[in-house]
């Protein structure tokens, strides 16, 4: 019973990670253990290493094809989750206008990035080159981008929620996803577009294994939301706090926000902050 109340919406990102993680090493894998690492046909003829594509567009496409598209329906749900859990106060709520248009933002950018995802394990690099690459771009812009207004709406509530730490440890997780992976994305499309396939395949397979950690990152996010299942625990916005007024007045970012249950009482609804 103890075991069945624990589990909660934070399942769903760590069951798109292992996904995710479980189709990267069964393609590496097949690549190097069950093909002694083939040089498709498709590759060009100095490339030693093969891209994540080039694996997915042989045999295993099926398993590329599933695994990118119920990595993403599942990440992309996670996303769902957040909003909604916020909105009906089983997490931190957002309070301002600003931090649910960047949620909102955030989620309409991973809808991109789960297209992009899914569209280019179908054409794959093999017989449709040109779009595969376009919806690549797409993939990796998308997430970014999806995880640049996640991190600004972050910042926006633990600014004035200072008392819930875990919303500042999220934030900075995600802050790091997106620096380390904008570097090595520059690097990934500067050593492609010079020709450098090896080194350029090698980044690739990092970024990938790297979004792994990203995906993970939302188990932070949505595992508070064990704790506030019963309706007394969860969080309501105090009747006398307006946050817009108060940014709009004085702009004071250290001004914080106040929450109450039902029974009026300030409390951090995190016990294990």
């Not at 990670?17 to 190097?32: D, K």
């Not at 950690?213 to 595992?223: A, G, T």
Request: aromatic share 16%; hydrophobic share 50%; charged share 15%.
């Amino acid at each position: 019973m103890a075991a069945r109340g624990f589990v909660s919406y934070w399942i769903l990102p760590v069951f798109s990670a292992l996904v995710w993680l479980g189709m990267l090493l069964g393609l590496l894998l097949y690549w190097v253990v069950d093909t002694n690492s083939e040089h498709y046909s498709y590759m060009d003829s100095d490339d030693n290493i093969a891209f994540i594509s080039d694996i997915g567009a042989s045999k295993l496409k099926p398993l590329f094809i599933a695994g990118s598209a119920v990595t993403t329906v599942f990440l992309n749900l996670s996303f769902a989750a957040e909003r909604l859990l916020r909105h009906n106060g089983r997490l931190v709520p957002n309070t301002t206008m600003k931090e649910k248009v960047l949620s909102i933002i955030s989620i309409i950018f991973a809808i991109v990035g789960m297209c992009g995802l899914i569209l280019l394990s179908i054409f794959d690099t093999h017989h449709h080159h040109k779009l595969h690459d376009i919806f690549l771009f797409l993939f990796i812009a998308g997430y970014i981008i999806s995880a640049i207004f996640i991190c600004w709406e972050y910042q926006q509530l633990g600014l004035y929620n200072r008392q819930h730490r875990i919303l500042r440890i999220s934030f900075w997780v995600k802050l790091t996803f997106v620096i380390v992976e904008f570097i090595l994305a520059i690097i990934f499309v500067s050593t492609n577009w010079s020709d450098n396939q090896n080194v350029a395949a090698v980044f690739e397979w990092i970024i990938a294994f790297i979004f792994t950690f990203y995906i993970l990152s939302f188990v932070i996010d949505l595992l508070p939301a064990v704790h506030t299942k019963a309706p007394a625990s969860r969080f309501s916005k105090a009747l006398e706090h307006e946050m817009e007024s108060a940014e709009s007045q004085d702009g004071n970012s250290g001004h914080m926000g106040s929450y109450r249950n039902d029974y009026g009482r300030n409390e951090n609804r995190y016990n294990f902050q």
